[in-house]
């Protein structure tokens, strides 16, 4: 099922002397085999989500809504051999270790293990994984992995009000999101195309920048969410973040052979929505993020 990355570097050069035409995947199969339906994306993206809605996590005065900072997933597309599969899962301290051991029985590979957010109680880890091959021993794999979690079936959703002036935070921001289990969701894809062993890796397959809004009352939100960025703009990026009164809560990388190189930038504030979303705007256009439509 798994193809290590000697074996993909060597499909990649093969691509370029003759193109490798992709598989035609049965997705009704492969959400029998994952246990969960799934949701198609832009790019030819298949998306199956894992969100933490059995824990209670809370940051000071904040109880984050799953869809703020504990909506793990597993994204699928397909490719020469099967399919990539990477994503997120979304753990506590007491679950990661018979995760790992299921991930990496079932040929599962973790590209990254760390935190996303800070002060948060329960302790939540954040496991990022990437496989290659067969969808559904992939699809069996991340099953027998969930398996060893609290992390409940899939329910309906229930509409939960925003309660954010989100007209103002896309003036401010100058992009619109989505309303999302009682967040307001941007996503922000990046202008360069991303690849990983000759792999067009799509916005949707996790390489867009990502910001959050949860309110808190009194046209104030919990931020929180990541900046995909190149080396050079870090630091400009932790400035401008800064000034503008956001925590940067961890600074990391998500892929391990990604072109080009890419840092993912997690932050937190919990102020004003609209103050914040200037805030992030100004930090955006340090970035080579593609422009909002005029």
Same mark, same amino acid.
């Given at each position: 099922?798994? /193809? ?6 060597? /499909? ?9 035409? $992709? ?12 246990? *969960? ?14 969100? *933490? ?13 799953? !869809? ?62 990437? !496989? ?8 069996? $794999?991340?099953?027998?992995?969930? !398996?060893?979690?609290?992390?409940? $079936? ?17 003036? !401010? ?55 995909? /960025?190149? $080396? ?6 932790? *400035? ?15 892929? /391990? ?33 593609? *422009?909002?439509?005029?």
């Amino acid at each position: 099922m798994r /193809l290590p990355w000697s074996t993909c570097a060597v /499909l990649a050069g093969m691509a370029l002397m003759q193109p490798l035409q $992709a598989q035609t995947i049965e997705w009704k199969a492969v959400e029998t085999a994952i246990g *969960r339906t799934g949701v198609a994306q832009a790019g030819d993206v298949y998306r199956f989500n894992f969100p *933490r809605t059995d824990l209670k996590v809370v940051v000071g005065t904040v109880t984050i809504r799953p !869809a703020l900072a504990l909506g793990g997933w597993i994204a699928m597309k397909a490719a020469p051999s099967g399919v990539i599969a990477v994503g997120d899962l979304v753990l506590t301290e007491a679950e990661l270790p018979a995760v790992i051991g299921a991930l990496q029985k079932g040929g599962v590979e973790q590209t990254a293990i760390h935190h996303h957010i800070l002060n948060e109680s329960p302790r939540i880890i954040y496991v990022h994984i990437h !496989a290659h091959g067969d969808p559904l021993a992939i699809a069996a $794999a991340v099953r027998a992995a969930v !398996a060893k979690t609290k992390i409940p $079936a899939p329910t309906a959703a229930i509409p939960t009000p925003l309660d954010l002036d989100t007209a103002a935070i896309t003036r !401010a921001l100058g992009y619109s999101g989505r309303a999302n289990g009682g967040v307001y969701q941007v996503s922000i894809p990046r202008t360069e195309t991303i690849h990983e062993a000759g792999f067009e890796f799509p916005p949707t397959m996790g390489v867009a920048t990502s910001i959050n809004f949860q309110s808190t009352g009194s046209g104030s939100a919990a931020i929180t969410g990541d900046f995909v /960025l190149r $080396a050079e703009e870090v630091n400009p990026v932790i *400035r401008a973040l800064q000034k503008g009164g956001i925590e940067l809560t961890s600074l990391h990388s998500h892929m /391990l052979a990604e072109e080009p190189r890419l840092m993912f930038m997690h932050f937190w504030a919990n102020a004003d929505a609209v103050g914040l979303a200037k805030a992030l705007r100004s930090a955006l256009d340090l970035t080579n993020s593609k *422009r909002p439509s005029p």
